[in-house]
């Protein structure tokens, strides 16, 4: 890492920190810094303990699930967006089937991705796959009261999101409860995902690992509080987590009524 003129940061939000110390410790000043992780306030932990690089959000909207020791997965589709800068990178760091692009609002991109992964800690919880989850109506149901819960929180910062996906983030509630069948037609590229596929949060509480749910729920939950908007839904969704990572039992195989 000496000589290291581009890092990629993909650790958990809560271990952002002591990667920082690392890479101040060990790459040179002049180096970019990509944040590809979950949630909003990684790259500023970034910024702030490494005040003299060039450090820059950035949003990855499908997922990878780990196949075997080593070996990993992606399961669901989409391009990388990071963040612009002074340094062009997205044409530097473009392979063969993994396509980068750069944004001047990285950070409504990020809100968009934020809202679909409140849906990680539900599939953590359900204990289904992604694609045997977006086939329930009930399960899509609660996708759809946690997301509108969200929205009327971002709503009251005056926060746009971009949605990630073909449906614009204000529509997606009401996608997500319509009958299945009627679903299945109109979100056809939402189900363009792995059967084995399941979130990174399942992931993590099958593992017996911390989750990133104050990154997510937990910052709506912060968020509301401040505009004075309750968020009923998230609040027992987190607590439905911890309960479950306390427990250490791995997934609570929840139903959508246990919610």
Same mark, same amino acid.
């Given at each position: 890492?000496?000589?290291?003129?581009?890092?990629?940061?993909?650790?958990?939000?809560?271990?952002?920190?002591?990667?920082?110390?690392?890479?101040?410790?060990?790459?040179?000043?002049?180096?970019?810094?990509?944040?590809?992780?979950?949630?909003?306030?990684?790259?500023?932990?970034?910024?702030?303990?490494?005040?003299?690089?060039?450090?820059?959000?950035?949003?990855?909207?499908?997922?990878?699930?780990?196949?075997?020791?080593?070996?990993?997965?992606?399961?669901?589709?989409?391009?990388?967006?990071?963040?612009?800068?002074?340094?062009?990178?997205?044409?530097?760091?473009?392979?063969?089937?993994?396509?980068?692009?750069?944004?001047?609002?990285?950070?409504?991109?990020?809100?968009?991705?934020?809202?679909?992964?409140?849906?990680?800690?539900?599939?953590?919880?359900?204990?289904?796959?992604?694609?045997?989850?977006?086939?329930?109506?009930?399960?899509?149901?609660?996708?759809?009261?946690?997301?509108?819960?969200?929205?009327?929180?971002?709503?009251?910062?005056?926060?746009?999101?971009?949605?990630?996906?073909?449906?614009? =983030?204000?529509?997606? /509630?009401?996608?997500? *409860?319509?009958?299945?069948? +009627?679903? $299945?037609?109109? !979100? &056809?590229?939402?189900?363009?995902?792995?059967?084995?596929?399941?979130?990174?949060?399942?992931?993590?509480?099958?593992?017996?690992?911390?989750?990133?749910?104050?990154?997510?729920?937990?910052?709506?939950?912060?968020?509301?509080?401040?505009? =004075?908007?309750?968020? /009923?839904?998230?609040? *027992?969704?987190?607590?439905? +987590?911890? $309960?479950?990572? !306390? &427990?250490?039992?791995?997934?609570?195989?929840?139903?959508?009524?246990?919610?």
């Amino acid at each position: 890492m000496k000589k290291a003129t581009l890092v990629l940061v993909t650790v958990k939000t809560a271990d952002t920190a002591a990667m920082a110390r690392k890479i101040s410790q060990n790459t040179p000043q002049d180096a970019v810094v990509i944040s590809l992780q979950n949630g909003m306030e990684a790259a500023q932990t970034l910024r702030d303990i490494l005040p003299t690089y060039d450090v820059r959000a950035g949003m990855v909207p499908f997922n990878v699930v780990p196949t075997g020791p080593g070996y990993y997965h992606r399961s669901t589709s989409g391009d990388i967006v990071i963040e612009a800068g002074q340094k062009a990178l997205a044409d530097r760091l473009c392979q063969p089937n993994l396509a980068f692009t750069q944004s001047d609002n990285i950070a409504a991109v990020q809100w968009g991705k934020l809202l679909i992964n409140l849906n990680n800690a539900l599939n953590a919880l359900s204990g289904m796959t992604l694609q045997a989850q977006l086939l329930s109506r009930p399960w899509r149901s609660i996708m759809a009261a946690q997301m509108a819960e969200a929205l009327s929180v971002l709503k009251a910062h005056g926060i746009q999101p971009r949605s990630t996906t073909p449906v614009p =983030s204000g529509l997606i /509630p009401w996608v997500l *409860r319509l009958p299945t069948p +009627i679903f $299945q037609r109109i !979100a &056809a590229k939402m189900l363009t995902i792995d059967p084995t596929a399941r979130t990174s949060m399942s992931y993590d509480l099958e593992a017996g690992k911390p989750t990133e749910i104050e990154a997510l729920q937990g910052l709506i939950i912060r968020l509301g509080a401040e505009k =004075s908007v309750p968020t /009923p839904l998230c609040m *027992r969704i987190r607590a439905h +987590i911890n $309960q479950a990572q !306390a &427990a250490g039992r791995g997934l609570p195989n929840m139903s959508p009524a246990d919610i």
